[in-house]
């Protein structure tokens, strides 16, 4: 356990379990970044896997297990990722991506952690080191992370590296993690110096992927430009809403409260699905058949807000 300057009585606390025999503590007087405590740790462990796992996570049971066995599935796997839910069991990591202008994202990122996408364990060209399994041979003779790097990126460029070594990066879902996602104070302060540098190395190399996976699963996606420049992700999805089925049958049977119930999943199960506008009509309407027309009128505006922020993407420099 590699403690990075925590000055919130963390040290004491993993001292006393080095004493129990839990544990062995590797303590550093200040924050030394991600990167060369990783390696810390990683350099003190024994086995033939390390798992990077940070420290703002919660794991579920065989989470472990599910990792090793994906692992021992083939021997090209250099590293193995799961599936990293937020508390609201919305999706925070099912594979990282490229897009056509080679800049990188969670691909499926918000999407509910029961739809289909996000259920397939598969390959990938990055996976994130907030939870990742990697083979410690591999791991060494590639250098282990490049210190260069700043709290970002660096598990980018050592996924790139395996991958150009001939590994394979596989996304397993059969591991969950709960992230809580940039907890740490400066997390961001160095972005910019990390993006420059991963490109300076990699843009050559890097293959815009993103549209093969929504290929795969039945989904296109459009960007838009907010007001505001920000960039809006539209998906016309293909893929079963079983929450919304399972709603319309409750309302048809006149089982509203329930009926109510499922369709806020529903609303949930893809947040950028073009059929959310009709999801939350149906919705509404079910509210005022309820009776609870404050709610229904809510849910209706903030719909519309949501169309009328969406227009056809153009060129701008805003999209990082």
Same mark, same amino acid.
């Given at each position: ?47 033939? +896997? ?6 703002? @996570? ?18 090209? /796997?250099?590293?193995?990722? =799961? ?49 990742? !399994? ?7 003779? &590639?250098? =282990? ?14 996924? !790139?590296? &395996? ?24 997390? +961001? ?31 296109? =996606?459009? @960007?838009?430009?907010? *007001?505001?420049?920000?960039?809006? @992700? ?16 409750? =309302?048809?049977?006149?089982?509203? *409260? ?12 893809? *947040? ?6 009709? /999801? ?35 060129? @701008?420099?805003?999209?990082?």
């Amino acid at each position: 356990m590699v403690d990075n300057g925590s000055t919130d009585g963390t040290p004491d606390y993993l001292r006393e379990q080095e004493s129990a025999g839990h544990l062995t503590a590797i303590l550093n007087q200040e924050n030394l970044g991600f990167a060369k405590a990783s390696n810390q740790g990683g350099r003190a462990a024994a086995g033939e +896997f390390l798992v990077f796992l940070n420290n703002d @996570t919660e794991v579920t049971g065989g989470w472990l297990q599910e990792l090793c066995r994906c692992a021992g599935l083939d021997d090209r /796997i250099g590293a193995v990722g =799961a599936k990293l839910l937020y508390p609201d069991d919305t999706v925070q990591h099912a594979g990282v991506v490229f897009n056509h202008k080679k800049m990188i994202y969670h691909i499926y990122r918000y999407l509910h952690k029961d739809h289909p996408a996000v259920n397939k364990e598969r390959e990938f060209q990055v996976l994130t080191a907030a939870c990742l !399994l990697v083979k410690k041979e591999a791991f060494f003779s &590639l250098g =282990a992370f490049d210190e260069e790097f700043q709290n970002g990126f660096e598990d980018v460029d050592l996924c !790139l590296k &395996l991958k150009q070594s001939g590994y394979r990066l596989i996304y397993t879902p059969r591991a969950q993690v709960y992230h809580l996602e940039s907890q740490s104070k400066g997390r +961001f302060d160095h972005d910019q110096e990390n993006a420059h540098l991963l490109s300076k190395r990699w843009l050559d190399v890097i293959c815009a992927d993103d549209q093969t996976y929504f290929g795969q699963d039945g989904i296109v =996606a459009t @960007t838009s430009l907010a *007001p505001d420049g920000s960039i809006r @992700t539209v998906m016309q999805d293909s893929n079963d809403n079983f929450f919304w089925r399972q709603a319309r049958r409750l =309302a048809a049977a006149g089982r509203g *409260p329930e009926a109510g119930n499922y369709y806020l999943e529903a609303l949930r199960f893809n *947040p950028f699905d073009t059929r959310l506008p009709i /999801i939350s009509d149906e919705l509404a309407g079910l509210l005022e058949d309820l009776g609870k027309f404050q709610e229904a009128a809510s849910l209706r505006k903030e719909v519309s807000q949501f169309l009328q922020n969406s227009r056809p993407v153009v060129e @701008t420099n805003k999209e990082r």
